[in-house]
């Protein structure tokens, strides 16, 4: 058989290799023994090439990262393009330092290196792996890759073109042979089977649009050799221990469980309002929790690493709890990253942290009721910070996000933001994020109800890929009328909060990495006494004896009026009102929903016990 190359292009993450790469090297060895695979994860080669914190840079702004090869491609847009640079690049120190020139220039360079060394008469066929931050970067590689060897059949997937229809981008792009809009194994298998033979070709059937594999265990464990060997190739100063992408499920469950009945798969209605990180996912499925486990035991043993990155949306409910539970046996200190929603329950993030998770991606969004129900998030602020108190008090970093500027959002959600915002400044704070159309999200999908009108793809594409391009091709960032000036000025004293947020939780926050949490208790067994550090280096402390200190541990998850009526009948209800709303006024509970939470954290990281069922009982 001929051989076949797979290329992961700049300006994905360089310190992970292409899961996309590695899974599809091993589903191709799997089912074609004879044919040789050839994975090249060209964004590692860059990044060593440019310099680890320059490609950084880049790779942390999406448009940065688009404008790079956009210039190369588009030489006749460099002016706007660079203006384009220069305001999403703002404040990028290695940015300010090469430009869009330097960094173009060293883009070319690397491309035209990697092209020289290829023999690429050789390949029966050329795929490539077009995600978040590789758009242009794909495209780029791909126009040189035809000019090489204008006969070499090329095929494109990943996330970043899966809204488009192949026929459309092959008149806009000339030299796209083949999309693959959803799972890559299938099509590109047929692919290998019609280009790489040395028989008579077998007819090809459709590729676009894949049906979902329905039995994950039985994909082999994703390949990363070729990252290896360029990693070690490098010179010793600029190696580093990779965090290597697993996956255990496709698809998300949340937005599954909301597809309404005649839904094509694109309208997804119910579930989070602003996603579309599903596009290429049909339904949910996902692996056993042995088969990851064992999967990541063997990448452990095999490449001597012990950071690994969950891929997935949402891990699957009770089969993650298992997997967590084998991966805390395992003997290993791992370090492991993966996303959760704002509901896991606390004694599944403590079974998590002691399997390895040191960071998160928790779904957060907002801090208003009225707004998470807007959202479609299916959460309450009470989840939400209580989710921050539970990783402040495992020094876990939530990563959570805080939504500006949603389409319908309204002077009610900011003020409740504002004032949770206010309640919760002793936990580390929620990075500020503007509202973007995802193509084909529930929003995009009705905006009216929305009270917008979405207008193609967003005005940068246009700058980037010229006027026919850029509003031609269906790109996964959409434009839209409508709200924009209003909804700016509402959340404005939102984006201001969050600024003072991270200021004051920087500045509160001790040097080194075991800082005392900035509101903290002390178990003294019948007593109980509270820190809590203030700007100006004053700090205040409490003392809660007997049944006081009892309620507060009890709401160290949040509690109901009921539950603490039952768990405290021995008190008058009305004293125990009193007690919640003084620890409410004097900022050391919060309550939402008619729930209580205590928001002091203990002095040591990960010192809360949990028993059985994850819940905190009344001694
Ligand atoms: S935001 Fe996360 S939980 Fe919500 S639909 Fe998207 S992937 Fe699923």
């Known amino acids: 058989m001929l051989p076949l190359i797979l290329i992961a292009p700049p300006w994905a993450l360089f310190n992970r290799p292409s899961i996309q790469l590695a899974t599809l090297k091993a589903f191709l060895h799997k089912r074609f023994p004879e044919l040789a695979v050839q994975a090249v994860h060209l964004h590692l080669e860059t990044a060593a090439q440019l310099g680890y914190p320059l490609y950084q840079e880049v790779s942390e702004r999406s448009w940065v990262a688009e404008a790079v090869a956009a210039s190369l491609l588009f030489p006749e847009n460099a002016p706007a393009i660079g203006r384009l640079f220069l305001r999403e690049g703002r404040g990028g120190k290695e940015l300010a330092r090469h430009g869009l020139e330097g960094l173009a220039a060293g883009l070319d360079a690397v491309y035209n290196r990697f092209l020289d060394r290829i023999d690429w008469q050789a390949y029966g066929l050329a795929g490539i792996t077009a995600s978040l931050c590789q758009t242009t970067s794909g495209l780029l590689l791909l126009r040189r890759i035809k000019e090489r060897r204008p006969q070499l ?144 035991e063997a990448l452990a043993r095999r490449h001597r690493v012990l950071s690994f990155a969950f891929m997935d949306n949402l891990l699957p409910p009770r089969k993650g709890g298992e997997l967590m539970h084998r991966l805390a046996q395992g003997g290993r200190e791992l370090r492991l990253f993966t996303e959760i929603r704002a509901d896991t329950s606390a004694a599944r993030l403590h079974e998590m942290h002691r399997a390895g998770v040191r960071s998160l991606q928790v779904g957060i969004e907002a801090l208003s009721g009225g707004l998470l129900k807007k959202l479609g998030k299916g959460t309450s602020v009470m989840a939400n910070v209580e989710m921050m108190r539970h990783c402040e008090a495992l020094a876990l970093p939530h990563g959570g996000n805080l939504l500006l500027g949603f389409p319908g959002s309204d002077e009610d959600d900011v003020r409740e933001t504002l004032a949770t915002m206010k309640r919760v400044s002793m936990f580390r704070p929620l990075a500020p994020v503007h509202f973007w159309l995802g193509l084909h999200s529930p929003v995009h999908a009705n905006p009216s109800a929305y009270g917008i009108t979405p207008c193609g793809n967003h005005r940068h594409w246009r700058t980037l890929l010229g006027e026919r391009l850029g509003s031609q091709l269906r790109l996964l960032v959409q434009g839209y009328r409508g709200q924009q000036g209003r909804q700016r000025r509402l959340w404005a004293p939102v984006a201001a909060r969050a600024r003072t947020w991270q200021r004051s939780y920087r500045a509160l926050t001790l040097p080194g990495r075991n800082s005392p949490p900035i509101l903290g ?91 059985g069922h994850g819940l905190y009982r009344r001694r």
């Open 521 to 611: 208790y002390h178990d003294g067994g019948d007593f109980l006494l509270l820190s809590e550090r203030r700007e100006g280096g004053t700090t205040l402390q409490h003392r809660l004896v007997a049944t006081s200190r009892d309620i507060y541990l009890f709401c160290r998850t949040s509690r109901s009026r009921r539950q603490l009526q039952q768990a405290f009948a021995d008190i008058d209800a009305a004293r125990l009102e009193a007690f919640l709303l003084m620890m409410t006024d004097k900022g050391l509970m919060f309550s939402a929903e008619g729930r209580f939470l205590s928001l002091a954290v203990p002095m040591e990281p990960g010192l809360e016990r949990l028993d």
């Open 153 to 296: 059949p090329l095929v494109l997937g990943g996330s970043s073109f899966s809204g488009e229809e192949g026929g459309n981008l092959a008149r806009l792009f000339p030299g796209v042979d083949h999309l693959v809009r959803g799972e890559g194994e299938g099509p590109l298998a047929e692919l290998a089977a019609h280009y790489c033979t040395a028989a008579p070709p077998r007819p090809l059937l459709a590729t676009e649009h894949p049906p979902p594999l329905d039995d994950l265990d039985q994909l082999p464990s994703p390949d990363f050799t070729e990252y290896f060997d360029f990693l070690h190739s490098l010179p010793e100063n600029r190696r580093f221990f990779p965090s290597l992408p697993v996956e255990m499920s496709r698809g998300c469950l949340w937005q599954a469980r909301h597809l309404r009945p005649g839904d094509d798969g694109q309208r997804r209605n119910g579930a989070c309002a602003f996603c579309n990180l599903n596009l290429q996912w049909q339904g949910y499925r996902h692996k056993s929790a042995a088969k990851v486990a064992a999967e990541i």
